[in-house]
């Protein structure tokens, strides 16, 4: 296995094998490390487990480089942690675990490496490369994670059903897996998770939205997200999503399986975006729509105003699983609420005071929605896919020519608010915004042109209108 690691992280282990060897510990690298070298993904983790005291082993080790690495330990946990040539290393002393039904933390006492390897999730974590003298070098395999990565198989090492209940964080870490390394789910371990599923609400928000973005951040998160609802999960942890699920057929009328359609959206985005909170806004393009799903006799069913009831859900979504309340919550919300005017503009005669419009709105991130809008073209049907990509490009035209020509993007109305309320000695109340607002959609409309003059003798001509004269 060493042969596939660089020769840094080879000089690495060495000095690793040194310490202990200096302590008479034995010690091994094992799980994510292992894993991956294996596979021949990239990684810049390293777990080090040692029979004995890992933070003494970790000090040890560090006194083998020059310059010393600095060593951050933690005793309650016995972990230490630090950071030679790129490489992230953890140093733990083997231990074995107990759990307690109620509650996800073990009670946990030093064990041997059979003890730590009987206690981790799944087979291809299981796995342990020797640091020793005396068979350096020697891969430990006793749960066959080696078959399984072969056999591209996600499976626990002991009974799932004591795995999970045990953790149950480690059903959304099979499905995490299963969705980033394309593997399949053991048919044992996939009805351990079924069974546990109720399991999952003695873990912490926090934790499992950490598994959701990892499973978001995927290559094809379609995977993960689409077993998430096939388990039950994600009828836990996101019932909103769930609510999507489904056609319905009326009269001979029929509307797509929004959840679906939403999966497949995430996936076209996920192709040209590694930002995780613009595939956080695919997710919730259409999540207003269950509320706003309505049939209407001779034209079928209707989703008017989704994208405004979506937009409205979102700051309660992200406080339910714990997102950030923030410029990134702002962003997803403008998304969903934005989404559809770009198609509207794909239509013919559009104006150039609806592109104006849209650029205001969307400001600096209008490229994102157009983002968004290309994912959300989900037909089988390739010649109406043309159609849509031809139109969005011809809207991306529209959308540059116009901000060359008004440089609109991010702007604001040369009147502010509070030059209003200086010219006419008046404290801020609902004219001045009338006013405001009355120059900015003036601009926006083509009415009077972008400069101050103009906007000047605008401002004077509305604010005659509601009775107001300048003091100066």
């Given at each position: 296995?060493?042969?596939?690691?660089?020769?840094?992280?080879?000089f690495?282990?060495?000095?690793?094998?040194?310490?202990?060897e200096?302590?008479?510990?034995?010690?091994?690298?094992?799980?994510?490390?292992?894993?991956?070298?294996?596979i021949?993904?990239?990684?810049?983790?390293a777990d080090?487990?040692?029979?004995?005291?890992?933070?003494?082993?970790?000090?040890?080790?560090a006194?083998?480089?020059?310059?010393?690495?600095?060593?951050?330990?933690?005793?309650?946990?016995?972990?230490?942690?630090?950071?030679?040539?790129g490489?992230?290393?953890?140093?733990?002393?083997?231990?074995?675990?107990?759990?307690?039904?109620?509650?996800?933390?073990?009670?946990?006492?030093?064990?041997?490496?059979?003890?730590?390897?009987?206690?981790?999730?799944?087979?291809?974590?299981?796995?342990a490369?020797?640091?020793?003298?005396?068979?350096?070098?020697?891969?430990?395999?006793?749960?066959?994670?080696?078959?399984?990565?072969?056999?591209?198989?996600?499976?626990?090492?002991?009974?799932?059903?004591q795995?999970?209940?045990?953790?149950p964080?480690?059903?959304?870490?099979?499905?995490?897996?299963?969705?980033?390394?394309?593997?399949?789910?053991?048919?044992?371990?996939?009805?351990?998770?079924?069974d546990?599923?109720?399991?999952?609400?003695i873990?912490?928000q926090?934790?499992?939205?950490?598994?959701?973005?990892?499973?978001?951040?995927?290559?094809?998160?379609?995977?993960?997200?689409?077993?998430?609802?096939?388990?039950?999960?994600?009828?836990?942890?996101?019932?909103?999503?769930?609510d999507?699920?489904?056609?319905?057929?009326?009269?001979?009328?029929?509307?797509?399986?929004?959840?679906?359609?939403?999966?497949?959206?995430?996936?076209?985005?996920?192709?040209?975006?590694?930002?995780?909170?613009?595939?956080?806004?695919?997710?919730?393009?259409?999540?207003?729509?269950?509320?706003?799903?309505?049939f209407e006799?001779?034209?079928?069913w209707?989703?008017?105003g989704?994208?405004?009831?979506?937009a409205?859900?979102?700051?309660?979504?992200?406080?339910?699983?714990?997102?950030p309340?923030?410029?990134?919550?702002?962003?997803?919300?403008?998304?969903v609420?934005?989404?559809?005017?770009?198609?509207?503009?794909t239509?013919?005669?559009?104006?150039?005071?609806a592109?104006?419009?849209?650029?205001?709105?969307?400001?600096?991130?209008?490229?994102?929605?157009?983002?968004?809008?290309?994912?959300d073209?989900?037909?089988?049907?390739?010649?109406?896919?043309?159609?849509?990509?031809?139109?969005?490009?011809?809207v991306?035209?529209?959308?540059?020519?116009?901000?060359?020509k008004?440089r609109?993007?991010?702007?604001?109305p040369p009147?502010?608010?509070?030059?209003?309320?200086?010219?006419?000695?008046i404290?801020?109340?609902?004219k001045?915004?009338?006013?405001?607002?009355?120059?900015?959609d003036?601009?926006?409309?083509?009415v009077i042109?972008?400069?101050?003059d103009?906007?000047?003798?605008?401002?004077?001509?509305?604010?005659?209108?509601?009775?107001?004269?300048?003091?100066?």
């Open positions: 296995m060493f042969t596939s690691c660089t020769e840094k992280e080879r690495i282990f060495k000095k690793i094998a040194h310490g202990g200096n302590l008479q510990t034995s010690c091994y690298v094992i799980g994510g490390f292992v894993r991956d070298k294996l021949g993904r990239n990684t810049s983790d080090i487990v040692c029979v004995g005291d890992g933070i003494k082993l970790a000090h040890e080790v006194a083998q480089f020059s310059p010393q690495p600095r060593v951050a330990f933690f005793k309650n946990y016995g972990t230490a942690h630090m950071r030679v040539d490489l992230d290393i953890e140093f733990v002393g083997a231990r074995k675990e107990s759990y307690r039904y109620h509650s996800r933390n073990p009670e946990v006492a030093p064990g041997t490496l059979h003890d730590d390897q009987n206690r981790r999730d799944f087979t291809i974590n299981t796995m490369i020797s640091l020793n003298k005396d068979d350096y070098g020697q891969l430990i395999d006793p749960f066959g994670g080696i078959a399984d990565i072969s056999e591209k198989r996600i499976r626990t090492p002991l009974d799932p059903a795995t999970f209940s045990d953790d964080l480690r059903m959304m870490r099979a499905i995490r897996f299963a969705s980033q390394l394309q593997f399949n789910i053991d048919e044992q371990t996939w009805q351990g998770i079924k546990n599923v109720e399991r999952i609400q873990i912490s926090e934790r499992i939205t950490d598994e959701l973005n990892k499973i978001l951040m995927s290559e094809k998160p379609s995977v993960g997200l689409d077993l998430l609802y096939q388990c039950g999960l994600l009828h836990r942890i996101f019932p909103q999503m769930v999507l699920a489904g056609a319905e057929y009326k009269e001979g009328w029929g509307h797509k399986d929004n959840f679906y359609h939403t999966l497949l959206v995430v996936d076209n985005i996920a192709a040209h975006t590694a930002d995780l909170w613009l595939r956080w806004a695919a997710v919730l393009h259409d999540i207003g729509k269950p509320a706003t799903k309505k006799d001779g034209h079928g209707t989703f008017h989704h994208e405004v009831v979506g409205r859900m979102v700051p309660k979504i992200f406080s339910r699983l714990r997102l309340q923030d410029s990134k919550m702002q962003f997803v919300k403008k998304m609420e934005l989404h559809l005017r770009p198609i509207s503009l239509k013919e005669n559009i104006t150039d005071s592109i104006r419009r849209l650029l205001f709105d969307a400001g600096d991130d209008i490229d994102a929605l157009m983002t968004l809008c290309k994912a073209i989900t037909s089988k049907n390739k010649k109406k896919v043309r159609l849509y990509l031809d139109n969005f490009e011809m991306q035209q529209r959308l540059h020519d116009v901000e060359e008004d609109i993007r991010n702007w604001q009147i502010t608010g509070e030059m209003i309320m200086d010219i006419f000695g404290s801020p109340c609902r001045v915004g009338d006013i405001k607002n009355a120059i900015k003036a601009i926006l409309d083509g042109e972008n400069n101050y103009s906007a000047y003798d605008y401002m004077l001509i509305k604010a005659k209108e509601l009775n107001l004269e300048p003091v100066k």
